[in-house]
């Protein structure tokens, strides 16, 4: 968990996701189009994947991935993500955490 804690406080929006998740590709893809680039760690591609991946797990991701951190905090996935996108909430969350400028 500590990992985890210490890969989500060094940017300002990281993703948890697996490259074969259309889920985490959809997410990562909505970011993109607000022009926020975000830091992205591809479970089933990078070594300890399965330890991070349980460190989420324990976090509360279920499931864990996407999981999305906004300026360091657990945000959701991809339903909890969606949710503030369609509330107007998401972007001032981003431009908040100083990954969206306009």
């Not at 890969?7 to 970011?31: D, G, N, Q």
């Not at 460190?55 to 996935?77: D, H, K, M, Q, Y």
Request: aromatic share 6%; net charge neutral; with cysteine.
């Amino acid at each position: 968990m500590e990992r985890v804690s210490k890969m989500v406080s060094e940017k300002p929006v990281v993703i948890f996701s697996m490259a074969t998740c259309c889920m985490s590709h959809t997410i990562i893809s909505l970011f993109s189009d607000f022009g926020v680039n975000p830091t992205v760690y591809e479970l089933d591609e990078i070594s300890r994947g399965r330890e991070i991946e349980q460190a989420l797990s324990r976090l509360g991701c279920n499931p864990t991935v996407p999981a999305v951190f906004i300026g360091g905090e657990f945000v959701g996935g991809a339903n909890e993500v969606m949710s503030l996108h369609l509330k107007r909430a998401l972007k001032p969350m981003l431009k908040r955490a100083g990954a969206l400028w306009l």
